[in-house]
């Protein structure tokens, strides 16, 4: 398995994965390489605040050339992942090889997909960008071709609480990595305060509360790259997300004051219809006022956190 990161968050993610019951974690460029079962992968796509992607490595071959990339994936069993009338995805990227156009790397791979369910049943997967049964992950590295499926589906850092983005907002996963290295888990199981005085679409306080109240960051997403994939264990998955549901129930009362201001009123809306959605109306406070008339919540103590994503 490998889990995708923002750069120079590999570290915390490494951590993180060990959390959550990963083995054998290796940190790498921009990720994080790691063993372990379905349901660590599950939980990884579910539990992990860091995590951009999941991917499930299915094969790793030579591909000097887009020939032996077109036939060592359509080696590939994809009956066993795919039916022949589901849809399909692509993400390729390549570094120091043969084939470097990204757009014609996807191509031929899909083509050899497609072409070996042609072959078969003689009907073929469509694409679907959005929303596929499968995301197929091909990263060519000095022409070896590592082949994945992209477990995710979309970016982890797609939480599904956000209503409407501010511009440039803060993706969710590096807000929540920022939160980790600054010790706010810590600060927050002391019962320490949280300030953001420039909170923007909210993206830091709602992550602040997340982490606090031992919420699953996976919780709220609607679609993962599992959902359809043949291998998918339904029942293990019902299972993980009720039991983050628990522990969502039960830990909405350790939240402690987290707070959010922002001088632009658009910014409020967008913080408070966020809040909402994310299901922590009675958690975050939001609230307008000019930064020079920020405070600390009163009751707030000696020890808590101000972090902000300056404009």
Not at 38 to 51: D, G, P, Q, V
Not at 166 to 172: D, M, T
Not at 211 to 226: E, H, K, N, T, V
């Amino acid at each position: 398995l490998f889990a995708t990161c923002p750069r120079g968050t590999e570290s915390l993610l490494e951590a993180e994965l060990q959390t959550l019951g990963a083995s054998n974690v290796a940190v790498r460029q921009s990720g994080v390489a790691f063993e372990g079962s379905l349901e660590n992968a599950y939980t990884a796509c579910l539990w992990s605040r860091i995590a951009s992607r999941v991917l499930l490595g299915i094969a790793v071959f030579p591909a000097p050339s887009s020939d032996e990339l077109y036939a060592g994936v359509r080696a590939i069993p994809w009956e066993d992942h795919l039916s022949p009338d589901g849809t399909l995805a692509v993400d390729f990227f390549s570094a120091r090889s043969e084939v470097t156009h990204t757009h014609f790397g996807a191509l031929r791979v899909k083509d050899a997909v497609v072409d070996r369910f042609r072959d078969m049943h003689g009907r073929r997967p469509d694409v679907d960008l959005e929303r596929p049964d499968i995301r197929i992950n091909v990263y060519l590295f000095q022409d070896e071709a590592r082949v994945s499926l992209d477990l995710s589906g979309d970016s982890l850092h797609r939480r599904g609480y956000r209503q409407d983005a501010q511009a440039a907002p803060l993706k969710e996963n590096l807000a929540a990595a920022l939160l980790i290295r600054a010790r706010w888990p810590e600060l927050a199981a002391q019962r320490g305060a949280l300030v953001d005085p420039m909170c923007g679409s909210g993206t830091l306080p709602i992550e602040a509360a997340m982490i606090a109240g031992d919420i699953a960051p996976g919780i709220g997403r609607q679609y993962y790259g599992f959902n359809a994939w043949l291998g998918h264990d339904d029942t293990l998955w019902e299972r993980l997300l009720g039991e983050a549901r628990e522990r969502r129930d039960s830990g909405g009362r350790n939240i402690p004051t987290v707070v959010g201001y922002d001088y632009d009123r658009k910014a409020v809306a967008a913080a408070l219809a966020n809040v909402n959605s994310a299901g922590l109306r009675t958690n975050v406070h939001i609230e307008r006022r000019e930064l020079p008339d920020v405070e600390l919540p009163s009751g707030s103590g000696e020890v808590g956190l101000i972090i902000a994503n300056p404009p």
